[in-house]
């Protein structure tokens, strides 16, 4: 069941940020660096205003397209972050795009009304879950950007056209490894307090095992990057792999719960 947002002053800025990121996602060849910059700043401070809205307006409301919209706003906050640090790093257009379809999804599906009546430390539950998201984000994103530089170099195209391939690959693993921390703290927040949080113990559902699946995945990650120096095609499929996992313990879970089964829990 597809719930319509109550909020009107919602609708419009959601409306107005998805436009203010389709702009630069369809014409960045047309507007230059100037231009995109100032698009994304536009889109991401709107993007922000609708996030605030909708979680803390009158009726905050929670689910796997309001996630996936609080993801990519991280994700384009890391990028605005280390745009300063390297100003050769190239990925506007996907981010606007994937900043539009985002909102456009969480006003299609803003999601079921949020319950913070069984513990006050559920809102930092999710936001330990949501940053975590974010992070691993960021780890895609620059996998991404690490697979396209090793492209350019087989193809023998401009070395300084972007980020150098091993600063590119620290920083994957460093977003890697600093959304396992926030993993594993948020795994054993449902574990231990899932009582006070939720109103009811751990179980193994879906949500817990594609969690677990994927931790495991991110920590085999890790040791293969310290043991064995994984890198390149095998240290990027296992980090996509990892993603997926976490993708559908959530997302994946709450889109089922809500779309499909048309239930809130």
């Known amino acids: 069941m597809i719930l319509p947002s109550a909020s009107p002053l919602g609708w419009l800025l959601a409306l107005a940020a998805a436009a203010a990121y389709a702009m630069p996602a369809a014409a960045a060849s047309r507007l230059g660096a100037a231009g995109m910059r100032n698009a994304l700043l536009v889109a991401w401070l709107l993007h922000g205003a609708t996030l605030v809205l909708g979680l803390w307006g009158e009726a905050p409301r929670f689910g796997f397209a309001p996630a996936l919209s609080m993801t990519a706003w991280l994700v384009l906050t890391v990028y605005a972050v280390e745009k300063q640090l390297f100003p050769q790093m190239q990925a506007r257009w996907v981010l606007a795009a994937l900043g539009a379809v985002a909102i456009v999804l969480a006003l299609v599906f803003p999601g079921q009304p949020l319950h913070v009546s069984a513990s006050a430390w559920l809102p930092l539950h999710?936001?330990?879950?949501?940053?975590?998201?974010?992070?691993?984000?960021?780890?895609?994103?620059?996998?991404?950007?690490?697979?396209?530089?090793?492209?350019?170099?087989?193809?023998?195209?401009?070395?300084?056209?972007?980020?150098?391939?091993?600063?590119?690959?620290?920083?994957?693993?460093?977003?890697?490894?600093?959304?396992?921390?926030?993993?594993?703290?948020?795994?054993?927040?449902?574990?231990?307090?899932?009582?006070?949080?939720?109103?009811?113990?751990?179980?193994?559902?879906?949500?817990?095992?594609?969690?677990?699946?994927?931790?495991?995945?991110?920590?085999?990650?890790?040791?293969?990057?310290?043991?064995?120096?994984?890198?390149?095609?095998?240290?990027?499929?296992?980090?996509?792999?990892?993603?997926?996992?976490?993708?559908?313990?959530?997302?994946?879970?709450?889109?089922?719960?809500?779309?499909?089964?048309?239930?809130?829990?």
């Open 126 to 265: 999710l936001a330990l879950g949501i940053a975590c998201y974010g992070l691993f984000g960021a780890a895609v994103v620059h996998a991404w950007l690490m697979t396209r530089a090793e492209r350019h170099i087989r193809q023998a195209e401009d070395p300084h056209s972007g980020i150098p391939l091993l600063t590119l690959e620290r920083l994957t693993f460093r977003f890697v490894a600093a959304g396992f921390v926030l993993l594993t703290a948020t795994l054993l927040a449902g574990w231990l307090f899932g009582d006070a949080l939720y109103g009811r113990a751990w179980r193994w559902d879906h949500k817990a095992i594609f969690s677990l699946m994927a931790w495991i995945t991110f920590a085999t990650l890790l040791l293969g990057r310290a043991r064995f120096g994984w890198r390149g095609r095998t240290a990027v499929g296992v980090l996509y792999a990892g993603a997926g996992l976490l993708l559908l313990a959530y997302v994946g879970s709450r889109f089922v719960l809500e779309v499909i089964l048309g239930r809130s829990a």
